[in-house]
């Protein structure tokens, strides 16, 4: 089955620059989505089609893709971005599809 | 604005058949795809399936012998049974819009969600 690979955790301090990774054969095909979920909160999505934002999301979260590989980027990283961040994209056919693990933001 | 709502027993018995049901509201259910996902206690997202307003279904291969998602346009509903539940069904079950493309898998994203309802699975 096909499988999206995010490192557990990343550590920031405030101010400073966070990337997170997403890995995946299927990725130079399928486009690529962000979700950050804060504690006992539902998934909100941050990032879609790699690198749009939604409204109302703020602009220091971009997004980019090199071959299989999708980068999210937090830029001068806040206290209230704390949370877990999850990548979802599709398998190769786009029939099914899937959920990195997550990685956890902790900013010191 | 769209919102989701989910609904449903909060504690199922094993080998029992788990329903829940999302309501939509500020939106109508037509025209697009809408899709169950679920988070066990402590770890990542797992989806379930979608289904599009007109009743085709797709579902996570690895739950689809024991996952119905069906929908009714005239109550702006859609719903998830899941049968021969175990310990390890027991998770945060949400709803969402499968937004994007016309045609899923082509680029289709989860937005909104709903707030989430815990399911647990046990004697």
């Known amino acids: 089955s096909y499988e999206l690979t995010q490192p557990p955790s990343v550590s920031v301090s405030p101010g400073q620059t966070a990337r997170i990774t997403c890995s995946g054969d299927?990725?130079?095909?399928?486009?690529a989505y962000w979700y950050q979920q804060k504690p006992g909160q539902a998934p909100v999505l941050v990032i879609y089609k790699d690198s749009e934002r939604p409204s109302g999301i703020p602009e220091r979260f971009s997004g980019s893709s090199s071959g299989t590989t999708v980068t999210l980027t937090i830029s001068g990283v806040q206290a209230e971005d704390e949370a877990d961040y999850y990548c979802?994209?599709?398998?190769?056919?786009?029939?099914?599809?899937?959920f990195g693990g997550g990685t956890k933001l902790t900013v010191l | 604005q769209v919102q989701l709502q989910e609904s449903g027993p909060g504690l199922v018995k094993p080998s029992e058949t788990l329903s829940l049901t999302c309501t939509v509201s500020g939106g109508s259910i037509s025209s697009y795809y809408w899709s169950w996902i679920r988070q066990p206690p402590g770890k990542g997202l797992e989806w379930i399936g979608y289904?599009?307003?007109?009743?085709?279904?797709n579902y996570n291969p690895s739950l689809k012998s024991r996952v119905t998602i069906s929908v009714d346009t005239s109550k702006n509903q859609f719903s998830l049974k899941l049968s021969s539940v175990t310990a390890a069904d027991t998770a945060v079950y949400y709803c969402?819009?499968?937004?994007?493309?016309?045609?899923?898998?082509?680029?289709?994203?989860?937005?909104?969600w709903g707030q989430g309802t815990l399911v647990t699975v046990s004697s």
């Open positions: 299927a990725l130079p095909k399928q486009y």
């Open positions: 969402a819009r499968f937004a994007g493309a016309a045609v899923a898998g082509q680029y289709n994203w989860f937005d909104p």
């Open positions: 979802q994209s599709a398998d190769s056919s786009g029939t099914y599809e899937v």
């Open positions: 289904i599009y307003y007109s009743g085709s279904t």
